[in-house]
């Protein structure tokens, strides 16, 4: 079993719906982070928290520590928002290394 | 001010060959990271730099594997003898302090035919 698991694995939706991204992780953290890696590779952070809640423009991340969840949340989505989403967590124990997610690739139609 | 640049961006080697792959960090970030993502996964954790020396290296796969960061800035990732499974996107990422965001590089595409 991974140590990050994410659901769904894929997500199609219309422009201007709701989205919601899943992760669960059964190890302990110092932090999980939320990526975003479209098509070419390029990789950006979106969130990093360790803690509550955290709001970027249409995007929201929320977790909770004590149920090792945390979900990322896109309102009014856009075709733009197509990408894959990574959740990675900071494990308690050494440095600061990213364990990952498989990804969760979402698709917005116009 | 530059993000993280990784050259080159595109690697295809024969097996059996020797590659270094490069990545420059955000000037004053002292904490560096490799990452491996194989097509259709997420990355996975090679080896972390703090400053000049190898803090964590329990990523890398074998003794193929090998990094270096001499003067605790730019740093090379070595691959001898490659392999096609080596076959992979490279990703850096450097961050201020091992507790602070990473910043992620475009990475590195190396194909080993």
């Known amino acids: 079993k991974n140590e990050v698991e994410q659901s769904p694995q894929n997500l199609t939706a219309q422009e201007g719906e709701f989205i919601t991204i899943n992760c669960s992780y059964s190890v302990g953290i110092s932090a999980l982070h939320w990526l975003q890696q479209h098509p070419g590779g390029g990789i950006v952070s979106l969130f990093m928290?360790?803690?509550g809640k955290k709001k970027h423009g249409r995007l929201i991340a929320t977790i909770n520590i004590q149920e090792k969840h945390s979900s990322l949340h896109i309102t009014a989505s856009h075709p733009r928002d197509s990408a894959v989403y990574i959740c990675?967590?900071?494990?308690?124990?050494?440095?600061?290394?990213?364990?990952f997610g498989q990804g969760t690739r979402l698709t917005i139609n116009p | 001010g530059a993000g993280v640049s990784q050259t080159p961006s595109n690697k295809v080697t024969e097996k059996g060959k020797y590659v270094e792959l490069r990545c420059d960090p955000i000037?004053?970030?002292?904490?560096l990271y490799w990452y491996r993502q194989s097509l259709g996964q997420g990355p996975e954790f090679l080896i972390y730099f703090q400053g000049t020396g190898a803090a964590d290296d329990s990523g890398l796969p074998n003794d193929r594997f090998f990094a270096v960061r001499p003067e605790g800035s730019v740093s090379t990732l070595k691959i001898q003898r490659t392999e096609r499974g080596d076959s992979a996107v490279y990703l850096c990422a450097s961050s201020s302090g091992i507790w602070n965001e990473q910043y992620f590089g475009p990475g590195t595409r190396l194909t080993v035919t």
């Open positions: 000037s004053g970030h002292t904490a």
């Open positions: 928290l360790s803690s």
């Open positions: 990675a967590v900071a494990l308690i124990q050494g440095a600061q290394k990213l364990v």
